[in-house]
């Protein structure tokens, strides 16, 4: 069994800045991608940002530079640090872990991947 722990969503201001953190841990042999994916209100899920074992990364178009995601391997644990928040940043986040080596989904998400129960993420003045 797999368990996927977020931690630091909240409220923050528009222009403002929060950092995200996940951990995998349990029975698993070794983690090829983690990321995140979020959900606004009344909207399909999307990619916020991935980053693979060898670190290569992937970001949703909408990020433009605003937000970085880091990862430690041996850990298990990726950090997502967004800056520059707007109001339409606004969703429940979540943290996810895959296992297999094949390509990241920048178009919708797989429900087979491990994923954490979310945060929110609220950006408002």
């Known amino acids: 069994q797999v368990h996927i722990v977020e931690s630091g969503g909240g409220l923050v201001q528009p222009g403002g800045s929060l950092r995200l953190s996940c951990t995998a841990s349990?029975?698993?042999?070794?983690?090829?991608?983690m990321g995140w994916y979020r959900q606004p209100p009344g909207k399909q899920r999307e990619l916020v940002a991935a980053?693979?074992?060898?670190?290569?990364?992937s970001y949703g178009d909408f990020v433009k530079g605003r937000f970085t995601i880091t990862r430690d391997n041996d850990e298990d644990t990726v950090l997502l640090q967004m800056n520059s928040l707007k109001v339409e940043d606004t969703a429940v986040y979540y943290c996810?872990?895959?296992?297999?080596?094949?390509?990241?989904?920048?178009?919708?998400?797989?429900?087979?991947?491990?994923w954490g129960q979310g945060t929110q993420v609220t950006v408002s003045s």
């Open positions: 996810y872990a895959d296992p297999q080596v094949r390509p990241i989904p920048t178009q919708g998400y797989r429900s087979d991947d491990y």
């Open positions: 349990g029975s698993i042999f070794s983690i090829y991608a």
């Open positions: 980053v693979t074992s060898s670190g290569r990364t």
